[in-house]
């Protein structure tokens, strides 16, 4: 039985059309996609395991701004713009480490406790009294759900608490006690030369899946299913084939990997895929957890990061499932950014005359209706004078 979690039935007549393909050019539109889809929506950082003692922090640099996770002495995990309320400097220069008992920033030494508050600036006659709060970092939204530590850059925004966003999917993810997991090989970044929303619409799909993923196919083609996104969440379900194991990958994961007791019968065998809201997806295994993001660096050029999380008391059997889940994961990523290179460039063409979705690829139309959303310049199917980007998309969301 594969389980779906809610109502998926696709509306007749529905609009097959894609985002315009001008929108996976234009400068001007980064920009507001940084301020309206990315700086204020929840953003993973990593997991409570990545910084499990006082002191440790991790960084993450991202749509130009720089955040700065935490863990303080009384255990709690906080969030800081990774900037000096001095000179603007990193506070840490690091993406991931330990700072003990204080964090100093490396420009003129101000020293910031654990929570937060600034301890003292550098010669501090030569200022006036610094109020300790005041001056302290900059806080971040954060939350915890699941061990995953979310932040948002800008204070509130348009998504609901990360809890109140993640309930449809938290009573089957609660199964795999995520939380309790603990790093496999760290956080992992890549670029790839391509417009950010062109890898999120290969990911939103599993058309593409028989003809670009062998195997994918071969472990769990036949019974793959997409939930689109409904409230800023979907899900991807799949079970392995009955005759599983053309690939040697495949043949030995599906021989190797355990069927935990924890799980219920019908996740013993299941990869399942969390899609969040703009850029983000938790999938999950059997055998291990990890999550995925893009972020862009400019139009034509997006950063992949990601990282995957194990079971505390891994056995050999798990340990070994968990690095054959890895490679098959690899030669699918690699096959991802090769589909999305070819469906980004294309848009540069006068030929490119817009998408024509499938029922399959659903899930890419309702991504695409959450960033009109936030977005309602790109309905417009011309592409607007560059200079004009910001004032008409302020002017069509005043109207919505």
């Not at 309790?180 to 619409?201: A, E, F, H, L, Y």
């Not at 593409?208 to 939930?227: I, K, N, R, S």
């Not at 924890?262 to 999550?291: C, R, T």
């Not at 460039?345 to 979705?357: C, H, K, P, T």
Request: charged share 25%.
């Amino acid at each position: 039985m594969n389980p779906h979690l809610r109502d998926v039935a696709i509306p007749n007549d529905w609009d097959r059309r894609g985002l315009p393909g001008w929108s996976y050019h234009s400068d001007a539109l980064l920009e507001l996609e940084k301020e309206y889809v990315f700086r204020n929506h929840w953003q993973i950082v990593g997991h409570v395991s990545d910084i499990p003692n006082s002191g440790d922090y991790l960084t993450m640099d991202v749509v130009g701004e720089r955040a700065l996770i935490v863990r303080g002495k009384d255990g709690v995990v906080r969030g800081f713009n990774n900037m000096c309320r001095h000179r603007g400097s990193r506070v840490v220069a690091d993406s991931q480490g330990n700072c003990k008992n204080a964090l100093v920033c490396p420009f003129h030494g101000w020293v910031y406790n654990l929570d937060g508050t600034l301890r003292g600036a550098a010669r501090p006659r030569s200022f006036p009294d610094l109020d300790k709060t005041e001056f302290g970092l900059m806080p971040l939204d954060l939350e915890v759900w699941m061990g995953f530590i979310f932040i948002r850059f800008r204070n509130g925004g348009p998504q609901p608490s990360v809890a109140e966003l993640m309930k449809p999917i938290e009573p089957e993810f609660a199964h795999y006690n995520a939380a309790d997991m603990v790093p496999s090989w760290g956080i992992w970044t890549q670029k790839t030369p391509v417009n950010w929303k062109s890898v999120r619409d290969v990911d939103n799909e599993g058309y593409h899946v028989a003809m670009a993923h062998p195997a994918l196919q071969d472990l769990y083609g036949a019974t793959y299913f997409d939930e689109p996104f409904i409230n800023g969440v979907s899900r991807s379900f799949a079970t392995y084939n009955p005759h599983a194991g053309r690939r040697w990958s495949v043949k030995n994961y599906v021989k190797i990997a355990p069927e935990p007791a924890h799980l219920p019968d019908y996740l013993k065998k299941a990869w399942v895929y969390y899609g969040i809201f703009p850029n983000a997806v938790i999938s999950v295994m059997p055998e291990s957890v990890q999550f995925y993001q893009e972020f862009p660096l400019s139009t034509g050029q997006t950063l992949l990061r990601g990282a995957i999380y194990r079971y505390r008391d891994e056995s050999r059997e798990q340990a070994a499932a968990r690095y054959l889940s890895f490679r098959i994961d690899r030669d699918t990523m690699s096959e991802d950014v090769q589909l999305s290179v070819w469906s980004n460039e294309s848009m540069l063409s006068e030929a490119f005359e817009g998408f024509y979705l499938s029922d399959l690829e659903y899930g890419v139309r309702t991504h695409h209706d959450h960033l009109r959303k936030m977005l309602p310049v790109l309905g417009l199917e011309t592409a607007p004078e560059e200079k004009d980007m910001w004032n008409l998309n302020d002017a069509l969301r005043s109207r919505s």
